[in-house]
């Protein structure tokens, strides 16, 4: 089958600080060439970056493909170009169908327009037909739920509507090919929820997607291949499930249980790397990321604030290899309040009886308050493994089949 | 734009597999929709595409009328006021006090009818200056052709121009002028200054992304420009042997043009002409200025 999307050696080149060398102002351009007529702009390639190497690869019709890599590895700017946003320095890229592409939600919204007014002019700059807004317009309203507030600014909306109305414009777009980058990084969990469904149903239709994420979940859910960006090159393109477990274990380089989190690949956008360690104990002394059904976990965080954290709310989540959240422990269930952090601080989570069965585990891990939102959260940084023992003294394995959860139980004859 | 329902095959390609998705059963289109290549040292102007997206031009003005006349109860009042005002002033200071010469007509109608144009001029460049700079949310965040954010400000300065005009021909009727057939070429001229705001616009919104004291720096070009130009007096104060010179500035053939036709006054076509001239070179240089500096926006915006 011929491919709707053929990418070819494509590359780009940023000159780093190219508008502080480059002249700010007419009168900098001006005095800098009074001052040395003859001089062009320096091309040392010292401030070069290449921020997309020779990139090649094909994409089908309906293929639902995952990007991932650290920040700053050029799956944004992949994007970008395929998207036209910006042009490549080589290379080309082909695209044999029309093209939708979010980079954020509510992308020019007005806040002084109306919600209704919104739906417009949001889907016009989403390439959408006026025909084709008003023929999918009540269907957009019904999903963003909010039919009472269409004629109200939409600066008088929370925050929660707001993404709402957003998300329901972007997911009416019908183009062949949809570029998403990160948009399901917003809102509440609820929300990311609706998204992820919406999306699942969207590459059920057939649609071409191409979807850049640091949820591993989500790309492992969505995607039927994971292409892995690095330093701008595309190293590694394979199943979702062996690349994205592949990365993680690169990202996560640790044998054990002591996690560098400061400048981890996992980290949502627009954190701070506030959260900078994780290390899992699991009794004893030594950090460890082998545990067994019945052991303590103890999880102990390193938080470094800027400034005085107020009513922290600190949250542990245990999902299984593929991604789905089994349980969290967070501050924010406990009876009492968790003191302010006041500088750097050692926080510790302690799980005192592990009870889930033989496999593979990934941590996430949130910080935030309300005078903040959110601080730090960091999805899929971490994991572990859990190895099989008698521990309860039940005899037999307790493989995946059973479910994720081992309950301590006890059994007696009671009559 | 639909991919083709026909199946078209290559020469040495069989037909696709069939496929449980949709959209993959359709052919795909033999030409690329989209072709993304570097960005080469000659662009043209790609019609087409402006075509393509036509409906996001009148949403951009669409959205800047409507959010202003919002936002301000005034928003309409301004509109009309701030050229009333600006002719109040020059009727008092340089009508009254100077007595500067006036075509032999009112002095108040005769620098209004210059104020008005200037004033739409004027600030359709200076609102376009800022619109790539100020658009940057959307530069880099969504594709479209971006023409369209400086062409869309002078649009927005057109919509206010034709609200004050009303008052114009208010003053027109007021004072008895009776109209010619010279009327009809006043929306001509008015074409040709919205031509030559455009032109304007794109260079110095191209410009503003680089170099951002350009914005600092155009608001006293155009004061300047606007005193060498016909605006607050009329084009006979100039000598005889500097009028060839100062008729390279294409508003003196617009506005003397525009008053020659709403007081019925002598068309001086070779300076119109010649103004026409200008505006069309200026319109064709802008738009490839504009062009080749297009492809870096996102990046240095």
Not at chain 1, 151 to 178: C, N, Q, T, W
Not at chain 1, 349 to 366: A, E, K, N, V
Not at chain 2, 161 to 189: D, M, Q, R, T
């Amino acid at each position: 089958m011929r491919p709707i999307i053929k990418v070819e050696k494509l590359s780009k080149l940023y000159r780093l600080g190219q508008r502080s060398i480059a002249a700010p102002t007419l009168r900098e351009a001006f005095m800098g060439k009074l001052a040395s007529p003859f001089s062009r702009r320096r091309r040392d390639g010292e401030d070069d970056l290449w921020a997309l190497r020779d990139v090649s690869f094909e994409i089908r019709p309906g293929e639902v493909v995952g990007i991932i890599g650290r920040n700053g590895a050029g799956k944004s700017t992949l994007l970008k170009i395929l998207s036209r946003i910006t042009r490549p320095t080589a290379g080309y890229a082909d695209l044999y169908g029309t093209v939708g592409s979010l980079m954020e939600v509510g992308t020019g919204f007005h806040p002084d327009l109306s919600g209704r007014e919104n739906i417009f002019l949001n889907g016009a700059l989403l390439g959408m037909k006026r025909q084709q807004i008003e023929r999918r317009f009540d269907e957009i309203v019904a999903f963003a739920e909010m039919e009472r507030f269409l004629e109200m600014p939409v600066k008088h909306y929370s925050s929660g509507m707001y993404l709402r109305l957003a998300f329901a414009i972007a997911a009416h777009l019908d183009p062949e090919i949809l570029l998403l980058d990160e948009v399901l990084a917003v809102g509440d969990a609820a929300f990311q929820n609706k998204c992820l469904r919406k999306m699942k149903e969207v590459s059920r239709d057939g649609r071409t997607v191409l979807f850049v994420s640091h949820n591993m979940a989500a790309i492992q859910q969505m995607c039927s291949r994971v292409f892995l960006i690095q330093s701008g090159r595309l190293s590694e393109e394979g199943s979702s499930s062996s690349v994205t477990s592949r990365y993680l274990n690169d990202a996560s380089q640790s044998e054990d249980g002591d996690f560098d989190l400061s400048n981890h690949p996992a980290r949502l956008p627009g954190c701070q790397p506030v959260i900078q360690r994780l290390t899992l104990y699991n009794g004893s002394d030594a950090p460890t990321m082998r545990f067994h059904p019945g052991d303590a976990m103890v999880a102990e965080m390193l938080i470094s604030p800027n400034s005085t954290i107020r009513e922290p709310r600190i949250a542990f989540s245990i999902e299984d290899s593929t991604g789905q959240r089994i349980t969290t422990a967070a501050t924010y269930f406990q009876e009492e309040r968790f003191p302010d952090i006041e500088g750097p601080s050692r926080i510790r989570c302690c799980l005192p009886q592990l009870q889930l069965g033989s496999g593979r585990y990934l941590l996430s891990l949130s910080l935030d308050n309300k005078y903040q939102g959110m601080i730090d959260g960091l999805h899929n940084a971490a994991w572990f493994e859990v190895i099989w023992r008698n521990s309860f003294g039940n005899g037999e394995a307790y493989s995946p089949v059973y479910g994720p959860v081992l309950m301590a139980s006890s059994w007696e004859r009671v009559e | 734009m639909l991919v083709s329902e026909k199946l078209e095959y290559g020469p040495d390609e069989g037909p696709a597999l069939p496929s449980s998705s949709s959209h993959s059963t359709h052919a795909l289109p033999r030409v690329p929709v989209i072709r993304i290549r570097p960005a080469r040292a000659w662009a043209l102007l790609d019609v087409g595409e402006l075509q393509e997206y036509h409906e996001l031009f009148y949403f951009l003005v669409w959205r800047d009328l409507k959010a202003r006349y919002k936002q301000a109860a005034l928003g309409a009042a301004w509109v009309v006021l701030q050229p009333v005002l600006m002719a109040l002033i020059f009727t008092v200071f340089l009508g009254m006090l100077v007595g500067v010469p006036s075509s032999g007509l009112p002095y108040s109608i005769f620098v209004y009818a210059g104020l008005l144009p200037w004033a739409f001029f004027n600030n359709a460049v200076l609102s376009s200056s800022q619109s790539l700079v100020g658009g940057a949310h959307l530069i880099t965040k969504v594709y479209f052709p971006r023409l369209f954010l400086p062409a869309a400000s002078v649009a927005v300065r057109l919509a206010d121009f034709c609200v004050a005009a009303v008052i114009l021909f208010a003053l027109l009727f007021y004072y008895g002028f009776e109209p010619s057939w010279k009327l009809l070429l006043f929306p001509a001229l008015v074409a040709e200054l919205t031509l030559l705001a455009v032109a304007c616009g794109l260079w110095s919104a191209a410009l503003n992304v680089r170099y951002r004291d350009v914005g600092t720096l155009l608001p006293v070009l155009l004061q300047l420009w606007m005193f060498t130009s016909p605006i607050v007096y009329s084009s006979s104060v100039v000598p005889e042997k500097w009028r060839s010179v100062y008729s390279l500035n294409p508003l003196v053939g617009i506005i003397e043009g525009m008053r020659a036709c709403l007081f019925n006054l002598k068309l001086d076509w070779p300076s119109i002409a010649f103004s026409v001239i200008v505006t069309g070179a200026l319109l064709v240089y802008s738009t490839y200025a504009f062009h080749s500096a297009e492809e870096s926006f996102a990046d240095v915006v």
